[in-house]
C-alpha cells in the first residue's frame, strides 16, 4: 500500500493523504471567499478615491497614508488570488499537500496585509473626517488592538488551549 493509500489520523478523522489535502484545500478556499471579496471592495473604493475634487485639497501626510494604503490592499488582493493561481497552474501535478502549505501561507500574508489596509484606512479616514490628530491614533490602535486580538490572540489562543497533545 502506497504512502497516500494508507489511512492516517488527522483531528479524529480516517482519511488518506490526498483526502486530507483536498479536504484542506476546500478549507483554504472557503477563507479565501470570506475576505477575498471584502478586500476587492475596500480596494475598489480607495481606488476612485484619487479622482475626487476632495483628494487635491488633502494635505500631503494624508495623500501619503493614502498611497501606503492602496499599496497595501493591492499586495492583500495579490496575496488573497494567489492561490487561486497556485491551483491553476500546478492543478494535476500530484502535488496538492504542498499547494495547500503554500496556498495556507499566501491566505494568512492576505490577511495581515488587509489589517495593515484595514489600519491604514481607518487612519486616513479619521485624520479627514476630525480633522484632529491628537486622538485620532489612539483610536487607530485601539481597533488595531482589536483586530489583533479578533485575529490572532484568540485563535492562537484557542489553538494552544484545546489542542491535544496526541
Known sequence: ??????????????????????????????????????????????????????FQGLEQTDKTIYIVTV??????????????ALHRIVAGRQI?????????????????????????????VLRVATGDDSYVPWIVAGVLAWYLLCWFVLPLWVRTRYTSGE
Open 1 to 54: 500500500m502506497g504512502a497516500d493509500a494508507s489511512k492516517d489520523r488527522d483531528n479524529g478523522r480516517s482519511e488518506t493523504r490526498m483526502e486530507r489535502a483536498d479536504r484542506r484545500w476546500q478549507e483554504v478556499i472557503q477563507e479565501i471567499r470570506v475576505v477575498q471579496t471584502g478586500v476587492q471592495i475596500l480596494l475598489g473604493f480607495l481606488l476612485t478615491v484619487v479622482f475626487t475634487p476632495h
Open 96 to 124: 496538492k499537500p504542498r499547494a495547500v502549505i503554500w496556498a495556507a501561507r499566501l491566505t494568512l500574508t492576505g490577511i495581515v496585509l488587509l489589517l495593515a489596509t484595514l489600519t491604514s484606512a481607518l487612519l486616513l
Open 71 to 84: 499599496v497595501l490592499g493591492s499586495l492583500a488582493t495579490g496575496a488573497l488570488i494567489g492561490p487561486v
